[in-house]
């Protein structure tokens, strides 16, 4: 009977959890959800920030709304423990709101933590909520987004996704629209969402994070119970 050494064993048990916790840390950034965001109308944007850090919180997001696709509409829902700044700007493009030209759109939402030793913790997220429109007549809308940890360090969630291409390593939340329906007469044009205040559930790229997450731990699962059957053949 072919015999297995326990330090084998140990290092494809390390060479497992390596793997399975590297699939788990690079499928958690910076998201955003809607429950229906369709093109022309307005909706509830929600943006979900997990703090990947174990010894540091997140103090700051700042949330870049596309310059080549403005919004003629936002506000911001407020946020407790947390202040927030608007940033306006001239539109690239041409944009109307209730028949009207708009000459200044918002460019940048800052939310900032009000006490530095509080913010996100580790192992732990947070959301944070605005309504927009009218959305544009596009596939799908880009937000570069900058978050900030208490010891100094920003992580730059501004990487767009290419077609025919892996996710990129810092990848900049992205709303997917639905074209408008035919039958479905929308929200008028002018009236923003109200927000009920329920979170929205993430949209498909937080489900494929956690069947990553899941799979990375019955691989450990897997590796923990083969790594036991050496050590036990080993001994024999």
Not at 113 to 127: F, H, L, N, S, T
Not at 170 to 175: C, K, S
Request: glycine share 8%.
């Amino acid at each position: 009977m072919r015999r297995y050494s326990t330090r084998g064993a140990v290092i494809a048990v390390g060479a497992a959890l390596f793997v399975g916790l590297g699939a788990a840390g690079a499928s958690a950034h910076v998201t955003i959800a809607a429950d229906k965001a369709t093109q022309g109308d307005y909706a509830a944007l929600v943006f979900r920030v997990p703090n990947e850090r174990d010894n540091a919180n997140t103090v700051k997001i700042d949330v870049q709304l596309p310059p080549d696709r403005p919004l003629a509409s936002v506000h911001v829902k407020p946020h407790p423990g947390w202040s927030y700044e608007i940033k306006k700007t001239k539109p690239a493009t041409s944009v109307e709101a209730d028949g009207a030209k708009v000459t200044e759109v918002v460019s940048e939402i800052i939310w900032t933590v009000d006490d530095p030793k509080a913010g996100i913790r580790p192992d732990e997220y947070d959301e944070f909520a605005i309504s927009a429109g009218p959305l544009p007549k596009a596939d799908s809308i880009t937000f570069k987004t900058l978050q900030y940890y208490g010891n100094g360090e920003v992580v730059r969630w501004i990487q767009e996704p290419q077609a025919n291409a892996a996710e990129p390593e810092r990848p900049a939340p992205v709303l997917k629209l639905l074209p408008p329906s035919k039958g479905d007469a929308g929200q008028p044009a002018g009236r923003p969402v109200q927000d009920s205040g329920a979170r929205t559930p993430p949209e498909t790229e937080d489900t494929i994070a956690y069947w990553a997450i899941g799979l990375s731990v019955a691989a450990m699962v897997v590796a923990l119970a083969s790594a036991a059957m050496a050590i036990r053949v080993s001994r024999r």
